[in-house]
């Protein structure tokens, strides 16, 4: 059985909500799934034993990215993680009237490679309400569930 950890940061709980419709989707097609809020997550889980790795951040301001409070002190510390190759996937819920409109997903798809991560699929960016494209989220969480097959 495959194995995937989602690591989340969640201020409105928008990334929450995403974060339980992608464990429930990589559920549904049998990968063992581990959720943890980012407050309660170690640099080293980002290296255990699991298949792939998905992280999902919102990301705040309006002339510069700023990552949701809780992951960005987590983002601080993962300079010198090696990931030799891990699979990858990011996801965020934003608001596309910000000039950078789910800005978190390059920021950490370019950290990730930095590190030795290997994107499995593009960033999954959602625009306002996470439930009004649960589709687009399941549909997204398959694919990633197809690539560790």
Known sequence: ???????????????????????????????????????????????????????GCAAYGEDTIELQDDFDEFYQQLDGTQLNGKKVAVFAPGDSSYEYFCGSVDMLEEKMEDLGGELVTSGLKIDGDPDDSKDEIVAWANSIAESIA
Request: some cysteine.
């Open 1 to 55: 059985m495959n194995k995937a950890l989602i690591i989340f940061g969640t201020t409105t709980g928008n990334t929450e909500s995403m974060s339980e419709i992608i464990e429930q989707a990589l559920v549904d097609v049998g990968c063992e799934t581990e959720v943890k809020n980012v407050v309660d997550a170690q640099v080293s889980d980002l290296t255990a034993e699991h298949d792939v790795l998905l992280l």
